[in-house]
């Protein structure tokens, strides 16, 4: 038995069906039908904001706020902050404080916020990789 699956997924939550060829007299009509399922649920079901998923914590995240992290490099040995925003087909925007200039909490909190400026400043959009589901699930989760 030949069939169409359809499977995605919304905040974490799973959503699937198959669509078998006999079931739907073969298939073009399983197709026709796994394809109107789909657009369906996408419709019903909301994505996630692109700017709520920058905001999920990372179990790789040490600073406590997403998007903002300490480095260190050769030209600056007493490191900086920097807060990071890269938004899918965007240019990566940052910017960084240096310690030795702002000191260790200050270039913490210009870093935490020129993190919440560039959330603030960019245009929020659905969270989705598929053409597709970009069309029929608008952001808002």
Known sequence: TWCWRVNFSRAGRPYARRF????????TAAKRAAVAW?????????????????????????????????????????????????????????????VRLHGERRAYALAVKARRRMLAEAEDRAFVHHAVARQAAPAGG
């Open 20 to 27: 078998y060829d006999p079931k739907y007299g073969g298939s």
């Open 38 to 98: 789909r657009d369906a649920q996408l419709a019903k079901v909301k994505a996630m904001g692109i700017l709520a998923f920058a905001q999920l914590a990372r179990a790789n995240n040490t600073s406590g706020v997403p998007g903002v992290t300490f480095s260190k490099a050769a030209r600056q040995p007493e490191g900086f902050w920097q807060a990071r925003l890269k938004l899918d087909g965007r240019p990566t925007r940052t910017a960084s404080f240096s």
